[in-house]
């Protein structure tokens, strides 16, 4: 459709009013360039034949009176680009090449942008308008001189009531004057011109209404019947933009804004909405039953009951009030706030999906607008959206329990309560968002996430609170502010904290009549500790090191139970193979205490008598069947002894002995970490329930960080926290009577054959390493040990290679050790361990044909006793062969002097324990403790790895840190350099 056939039409093209209001801000601008007696300006004309605006650059020479004098020359303001640097300047040259070559009447926004920085002229260049009258080309005298500057004018509409008709009308106003619609002049597309003044109108809207009522001869005249629907779909309409005034319409009287309830308070509504993927911000004020809003200049019309229609004027003060407050909120909306009416969204704020939906904002956001008494409608209404739109209220309260502190939790958002079960799910999948019951999802301040993380991992959820054990109290003080602790719980804190820090201030207890020994000073001090732990009946690990006397210590606080406990019958749980040395120790050391044994295949299995008894003594493997019945039986003390066996939480025993009753629990251990910090949890989670919170918990804050990330931060706390608990005594501490000990190293130097064996076995396992990944060696580490393995196998000698090919039997070691064997055992006693028992075979093997006699023990051995007493007692049995496994713990041997380690293990604690079989209380002689070594082999990368496991073996429990990394590929790699 052409100009002419628009204009005859008659009707509104709200397409066409609407589809310059994108704005895509690009332009450049450029310098000040003069040459001598010539003037640079810009001219500003019509194209001859498709009338849209030109604008160019040319230079002339000046005549005397100051005019410019022909020729005019023409300049191309790109060649003006590469003379300047500033930014308005660039803007102003590629403005004006856009419009030299401008062949399009439309009004694109980017047209407009390079219209504003030509405006603005930053060179002050004189501007002309050519007159088409005078000549059609440019000339000196077809061109005259002009003013153009921008100007945001306000356009107001009227709307007339005649006899038969309305008529509406517009006009202008410029630097507070007013000018009708039908005395503009609208040049060049963007300007209206006034006299010899450019105005550009930089608002495409008002161009827009401007061109509409140019086509309708500037009033549009509707028939009454036309005039409701033409209010609808078009007044409605531009009432966003542009003020309309209603002649017609009479102001409100008292009554009629009364009676259609206008006086009442006006509503503050927020409507949410979409658009693409930005979400749009109406603010609406409500007027009685008329919604507003408030970023238009629609008007108020009612009718009252006669029907009579009527008008009110709007709270503009409130309604910029509004405005502000919701625009003070986010940095673009005040940007918005500035280019209203012109803007994008005509009556709305706006912002991208994806920062409005950012919690960090949002949330704050909503919480001050509902503080101001707005209303927010259309949140949960968002494509994809189902998160509610209010923040946590979240309250706390700590009370008092019988063996535990109990935590209430209540979070609500608005009127939505979150059950804590829901709660405790979302924390424990790591989520933000947690579950209401009315579908939507509330959302988590994030530093309460890791509040409610600790709060649940400390303690343990029962029904709607959360219960941490009093043994935890160190934990409780940490996470919780004084404020929601109650008065109780405050006294019961100070009461633990006062006497369980201060270790000093334990109070001795009398030895107990019936214990027939005389403890040292630090036995002494373990029955006190232990005594002083029960009166808080809290648990304890004593973890002396091997041969310092826990049993009798243990005895020892069993006694002095019966003063305190009318119930005084006590569980030990102990391997087999301790079953006898436990009921020698007892029998020893306090004979009168009734002991009865659940073990071999015809025991009893009822607990109708253990009343009669003050321990009840069973091994792991027999607890495990018999569990049961044993589980039924409440006991005083449950103790654990050797409680690294319980160290793995998966493991049937652990999961066992967590069924059993008892008022209180001990574990005993020489090495309560064997491997890494994770080893403490199956222990103390047994003896102290609670301390370590639960298992997640205790990985993610301790022992992760502790032995993957070496934290000497987590350490120290977990130390601090463990500390009253654990009591930890070495013999370098605390047996200072006992003979010297003194370690040292053999290096078997492997001959030729040997060697050649040993390579082969390297090589082929390194090759199985790399020619994996990380994720595939995690899946072949059986693979893995078994080449280990067997390169351990062939460090000790080739011939233990029973199931391969025969290698030979050459073996450095076998010669070291019978050299040893044969100029040692005459004037001593000797232990000699191995992990293979097929070594040991081979030793046996060798003994025979040296005609030496010795003693033999393994897994297999059923006469235990029978062995240690002969090896003990007899002068003529001089070698005592044991298997680490089977002999490293519970044994005396203190006849010996020399133990000889023939091939080492990866925890130093297990070798210590096996030297430990001679060098205890009761040896007189100075111990030597030999291993067996050969130089560049796996066996030296053990050695060097040990001092890690020493580390996190002792020093976690007794100072400051715990250090152990898991192996992978490089690790690997490096034990076969």
């Not at 005019?72 to 090449?97: A, C, H, N």
């Amino acid at each position: 459709m052409n100009d002419k056939e628009e204009r005859n039409s008659g009707k509104l093209d709200l397409t066409r009013l609407n589809a310059v209001l994108k704005a895509d801000k690009t332009a450049n601008l450029p310098s000040k360039n003069s040459v001598a007696f010539t003037k640079m300006v810009l001219i500003l004309s019509q194209h001859r034949f498709y009338r849209h605006l030109v604008i160019e650059l040319a230079e002339a020479e000046l005549a005397q009176n100051g005019k410019l004098k022909n020729p005019i020359r023409f300049i191309d303001p790109l060649d003006m680009v590469w003379k300047t640097d500033r930014q308005e300047e660039l803007k102003f040259y590629t403005g004006v090449s856009r419009f030299k070559n401008n062949y399009s009447e439309s009004r694109a926004a980017s047209d407009l942008d390079a219209l504003k920085a030509i405006v603005r002229n930053p060179l002050h260049m004189e501007v002309y308008l050519h007159d088409e009258k005078i000549a059609s080309s440019i000339t000196a005298s077809s061109i005259f001189p002009a003013k153009m500057e921008s100007l945001m004018p306000d356009l107001i509409l009227a709307v007339n009531e005649k006899a038969d008709h309305f008529e509406v009308s517009g006009k202008l106003i410029l630097e507070d004057r007013s000018y009708g619609l039908e005395s503009i002049r609208l040049r060049y597309n963007y300007f209206i011109q006034v006299k010899n003044h450019l105005y550009l109108i930089d608002n495409p809207y008002f161009l827009s209404i401007i061109d509409f009522f140019k086509f309708q001869n500037d009033t549009i005249v509707l028939e009454r019947s036309e005039y409701e629907a033409f209010y609808e779909s078009v007044l409605s309409v531009l009432e966003e933009r542009i003020k309309i005034n209603y002649s017609y319409l009479k102001r409100a009287t008292k009554k009629q804004i009364i009676e259609q309830g206008f006086d009442l308070d006006n509503e503050l509504i927020l409507y949410l909405s979409e658009s693409e993927d930005f979400v749009l911000l109406t603010p609406v004020m409500k007027y009685g039953s008329l919604e507003i809003p408030v970023i238009s200049q629609k008007q108020i019309r009612s009718k009252d009951k006669l029907g009579k229609m009527f008008t009110l004027a709007r709270d503009e003060e409130s309604e910029l009030q509004f405005i502000t407050f919701i625009a003070k909120m986010h940095p673009q909306f005040i940007e918005q706030m500035e280019e209203f009416p012109e803007q994008k969204h005509a009556d709305c704020f706006y912002l991208h999906r994806k920062y409005f939906l950012d919690s960090a904002w949002f949330l704050d956001a909503f919480e001050a607008w509902r503080s101001k008494g707005i209303a927010i409608l259309g949140f949960n209404e968002l494509k994809n959206n189902h998160v509610n739109p209010y923040k946590a209220e979240i309250s706390i309260v700590v009370n008092s329990g019988m063996d535990w502190f109990e935590t209430a939790i209540k979070v609500k958002f608005n009127k939505e309560t979150v059950a804590l079960k829901h709660l405790h799910k979302s924390i424990r999948n790591k989520s933000k968002f947690v579950q209401l019951d009315d579908g939507t999802m509330g959302m988590l301040p994030d530093e309460w996430i890791e509040k409610f993380t600790a709060y649940f991992g400390a303690g343990e959820l029962v029904e709607e609170k959360i219960r941490t054990a009093n043994i935890n109290y160190s934990t409780v003080e940490e996470l919780y502010d004084e404020e929601v602790l109650d008065e109780q719980v405050r006294d019961r804190l100070t009461q633990y904290r006062s006497k369980l820090n201060a270790f000093k201030e334990i109070e001795a207890i009398d030895v107990p009549a019936g214990l027939n020994a005389e403890l040292r000073g630090y036995q002494k001090e373990g029955l006190n500790w232990l005594n002083f732990l029960d009166q808080f009946n809290f648990g304890a690990c004593l973890a002396d090191d091997m041969g310092l006397g826990k049993t009798v210590q243990i005895i020892a606080f069993i006694l002095s139970q019966r003063n305190k406990s009318a119930h005084n019958t006590n569980l030990v749980v102990v391997p087999a193979s301790l079953i006898f040395n436990w009921q020698k120790e007892v029998e020893k050391f306090a004979p009168s205490i009734k002991v009865r044994t659940i073990y071999g295949a015809d025991r009893a299995k009822v607990v109708h008598d253990f009343d009669q008894y003050e321990i009840i003594l069973t091994s792991y493997g027999t607890l495990l069947a018999d569990i049961r019945f044993l589980k039924d039986y409440r006991f005083n003390y449950v103790f654990l002894d050797e409680s690294q066996t319980i160290k793995n939480p998966d493991s049937q025993r652990y999961k066992t002995v967590r069924m059993l009753q008892s008022r209180n629990k001990v574990v005993l251990t020489g090495t309560p970490i064997e491997n890494n910090t994770f080893d403490l949890y199956g222990q103390l989670s047994f003896a102290c329930p609670g301390l370590l919170g639960n298992r997640q918990y205790f990985k993610q804050i301790y022992s992760v960080p502790i032995d993957q990330f070496k934290d000497s931060r987590r350490a120290a706390e977990l130390q601090r926290r463990i500390n009253p608990f654990i009591l930890r005594r070495t013999k370098e501490q605390v047996a200072k009577e006992l003979p010297d000990k003194t370690e040292m190293v053999i290096y078997c130097e492997m001959g030729e054959q040997q060697r050649e064996v040993y390579d082969s076995a390297r090589e082929e396992i390194r090759d199985f390493l790399m020619g994996r990944s990380e994720d595939e060696l995690a899946k072949s580490s059986m693979h893995v040990l078994r080449g280990i393995t067997k390169l351990r196998q062939i460090c000790n000698s080739p011939a233990l290679l029973s199931n391969e090919r025969f290698y030979g039997n050459a073996s450095a070691k076998m010669d070291v050790l019978m050299e040893q064997i044969e100029s040692k055992s005459p004037h001593h006693k000797i232990l000699i361990f191995s992990q293979f028992v097929t070594m040991l075979d081979l030793i046996r093997e060798a003994l025979h044909v040296r005609d030496i006699r010795y003693e033999y023990l393994t897994g297999q051995t059923r006469n235990r006793k029978a062995v240690v007493e002969s090896f003990q007692n007899n002068p003529e049995i001089r070698i005592f062969l044991i298997s680490l496994k089977a002999g490293g713990i519970g044994l005396n041997l203190t006849q010996a002097d020399y133990v000889y380690l023939v091939d080492p293990w990866w925890n130093p604690a297990v070798e210590n324990q096996a030297i430990d079989r001679a060098y205890r209380i009761g040896q007189e002689k100075k111990v030597m403790a030999v291993r067996l070594i050969c130089p560049d082999t796996i066996e030296e990368k053990i050695v060097a790895m040990q001092e890690s496991k020493k580390e996190l073996a002792g020093d976690l429990i007794r100072t400051e840190a715990s250090i152990f990394k898991t192996l992978n590929k490089k690790d690997l790699l490096g034990l076969f350099d």
